[in-house]
């Protein structure tokens, strides 16, 4: 796999180039960079929604909106009618799997540095709506069953109506996230000299359902006025289930029972509003989330000896809040535009823990848990100016910079808060040469995000590791360092190549805590640097007519020092390479089609103090499918997941103590059985 993506480069530019697989707008000033993909350049895969066309562009990766601090600058390279969809729950990708295949007009590729968007880099998907939109909605229903250990995933589905009534758009939308898990079989205990000393045969599953009903409206206002209201409510549930038969050499055999309860809700509430003001326009948002989450994770030791059952209970009823202001205004001078943006955020958690013990007698009795309880809250202000201009017919230039303050504390404790000045900004280029090649290159200075569990005690009874919590965690910065080149290949295709490099200060990762404690944690600094590719290949020329390949191929090498050995070694969790490869055929003059997806996704180890972990699942996951594309209109898929018989596989060393001081224990090796998961698919417009 090292070698795949220079094979991969290479291939692809040795396919034919004698059409254009696109209609290309005209190459003048900055559209230059601009491809252009009408409604009939899909009909081959039938689409019901703008998201199945969005996702059929050649050579066009999709990336999910970051979940940065507050709103920020753009990160989702997808807009609709040239506007970023700024909110947290789901961006514009989720509101194109609302929007019928008849309503999109058509969908432009071109460079960000042409949008004066701050934040984006490479290229950006702009999905262009017909004016007169037609009132009607979609839905899709997509049941699985796996063979073994999980329960069914009977309603996995969405169902949502769009319309227009006088100046008011609006959508409503009830949606079934779903999801399931589960492994089974052995997990093999080996003392320090390599003799087994414990055999667990496990069955583990779980299942998460978040019904999310959704509103949203939009409305055109007086003059050019228009704004947005999304209200959205999802309650949701996750237990687990994790059961392991405990057989060990010197006989005190037993049964372990883990089962967790979660079921909670959360509300989100987003508006928008724009007017023209002065020479530009002015834009305000306005952002609301809340969620409960009330977990309880239980754990209970059975000895076949008669013993008293042993056993612990871990609480946490937790209610995590976000409030975000923000205001942009924009406005052009001559060739240049410009934007300043103003944000307030303010998020919190405020977690309730508690720990108990099995008495003798059955009885959960509750005990100390230093750290399981507080208040963490985070006040942040930022300022953003962008500045984007052409500096040539096919060279655009954007620059933005700024900074954030922001106040961290635990509310509940006796720290004083800790207060922040972080500069931000970026700046993009973007270059095509001619109409085959394209090139962009970003610099950035970034603040990432943290997560305020981290603040706050979490142990995890499974691992029976202690996660103390730490007061001092503060966000990561970095200086990022990313070019992207893109190779159009005519009626072949299209390849890109994107790297990047991060130096990273304050990175995230496993540190100590205190005398003998352990936790997440800053250590000083770090670096990424990695390589993605992304090409389409069509098969047409070929003389395979219908057949195409997406594959996108990666790697990264991410470097930290060990604060226990003083080494370097990888980021704790790292994903280090992966795969993605997927072959479909749609049949010539049929309403017919097959195909092949596989993946391989392969991780670092995590690194605590007291042991080191991996787990991974593979090598490779493949499915084939069978889709028909009018079944009294309907588009009807049947898939079968795992078809290599991917394993889950996870090898930890837990040691007496300090890893570099201490002697190996135990060492743990899961092989476990995932097997085939069969899935059906059935999707429509009313």
Do not use: C
């Not at 977990?295 to 059952?309: M, R």
């Not at 508690?354 to 202000?381: M, N, W, Y």
């Not at 040539?392 to 922001?406: D, F, I, M, W, Y």
């Not at 930890?652 to 059906?680: A, E, K, M």
């Amino acid at each position: 796999m090292r070698l795949a993506i220079p094979l991969l480069l290479a291939g692809t530019a040795l396919l034919p180039r004698s059409a254009t697989a696109q209609t290309a707008a005209p190459a003048t000033g900055a559209a230059a960079a601009k491809q252009i993909f009408l409604p009939e350049d899909f009909t081959r895969f039938a689409p019901k929604t703008a998201y199945d066309m969005l996702a059929q562009v050649p050579g066009f990766t999709l990336r999910s909106a970051d979940q940065e601090r507050g709103l920020g600058q753009a990160s989702e390279n997808v807009l609709i009618n040239g506007e970023r969809i700024a909110n947290k729950t789901g961006g514009a990708i989720a509101e194109l799997q609302r929007i019928a295949a008849a309503n999109v007009a058509r969908i432009e590729l071109v460079d960000a540095s042409t949008l004066g968007i701050a934040g984006l880099a490479g290229q950006v998907a702009n999905v262009i709506l017909t004016d007169a939109r037609k009132a009607g909605g979609q839905f899709e229903w997509r049941p699985d069953f796996r063979a073994h250990y999980s329960r069914p995933n009977r309603y996995r589905g969405s169902i949502s109506y769009s319309g227009k009534s006088g100046v008011v758009d609006y959508t409503a939308s009830l949606e079934d996230q779903a999801g399931r898990g589960a492994i089974g079989g052995p997990e093999l205990f080996y003392a320090a000299d390599g003799s087994l000393i414990e055999r667990r045969e496990e069955v583990f599953h779980s299942e998460s359902d978040t019904v999310t009903a959704k509103l949203k409206l939009g409305f055109d206002g007086p003059r050019t006025s228009k704004g947005h209201l999304t209200l959205g409510y999802s309650p949701y549930w996750g237990p687990v289930y994790d059961k392991e038969q405990r057989f060990r050499a010197d006989g005190n055999n037993s049964t372990r029972l883990r089962r967790n309860r979660l079921d909670g809700w959360m509300y989100d509430i987003n508006a928008d509003y724009e007017f023209a003001f002065g020479p530009g326009r002015f834009k305000i948002i306005g952002l609301r989330h809340f969620d409960h989450e009330p977990l309880v994770s239980t754990q209970i030791d059975s000895f076949a000896s008669g013993a008293p059952d042993q056993g612990t209970r871990f609480g946490r009823n937790s209610h995590i809040t976000e409030t975000i202001a923000r205001a942009e205004y924009g406005w052009k001078m001559g060739k240049n535009d410009l934007q300043v943006s103003f944000e307030r955020a303010v998020n919190g958690l405020d977690q309730r823990g508690s720990l108990a013990a099995l008495d003798p007698g059955g009885t959960f009795v509750p005990v100390p848990f230093p750290g399981g309880s507080g208040i963490v809250r985070e006040v942040r202000h930022e300022g953003i100016v962008t500045f984007s201009r052409p500096l040539a017919s096919n060279l655009n230039l954007q620059v933005a910079g700024g900074a954030e303050t922001s106040s961290l504390e635990r509310v509940d404790g006796d720290v004083p808060a800790r207060r922040f000045f972080r500069p931000k900004g970026s700046v993009t280029l973007g270059w095509q040469p001619d109409k085959q090649w394209d090139l962009s290159l970003k610099l950035r200075r970034r603040v990432g995000q943290i997560s305020f569990y981290d603040f706050l005690a979490q142990p995890n009874l499974k691992s029976e590791r202690q996660n103390t919590g730490n007061p001092d965690l503060v966000p990561p910065q970095s200086w990022e360092a990313e070019m992207e080149v893109g190779r159009a290949l005519g009626a072949a295709g299209k390849t890109r190549l994107r790297g990047y490099y991060h130096r990273i200060e304050d990175i995230i990762d496993i540190v100590p805590i205190g005398a003998d404690g352990e936790g997440v944690g800053n250590l000083p600094r770090a670096t990424r640097f990695g390589l993605v590719s992304t090409s389409t290949i069509q098969f047409a020329p070929l003389g395979l007519a219908g057949a195409k390949l997406d594959a996108t191929l990666g790697i990264e090498i991410a470097r930290v020092r060990d604060p226990l050995t003083g080494a370097m070694r990888a980021i704790s969790g790292t994903q280090d390479r992966w795969a993605e490869l997927s072959f479909r055929h749609d049949i010539p003059k049929t309403d017919l089609a097959w195909g092949i997806d596989a993946s391989s996704y392969h991780y670092q180890p995590y690194y605590y103090l007291t042991e080191v972990n991996q787990e991974n699942e593979g090598p490779w996951f493949a499915n084939i499918y069978a889709e028909h594309k009018d079944v009294g209109g309907l588009t009807l898929r049947v898939q079968v997941g795992n078809i290599l018989n991917a394993r889950h596989r996870y090898d930890r060393q837990v040691y007496d103590g300090r890893r570099t001081s201490s002697p190996l224990v135990i060492r743990q090796v899961n092989n476990q059985l995932i097997g085939p998961i069969f899935t059906f698919t059935a999707r429509g417009s009313f």
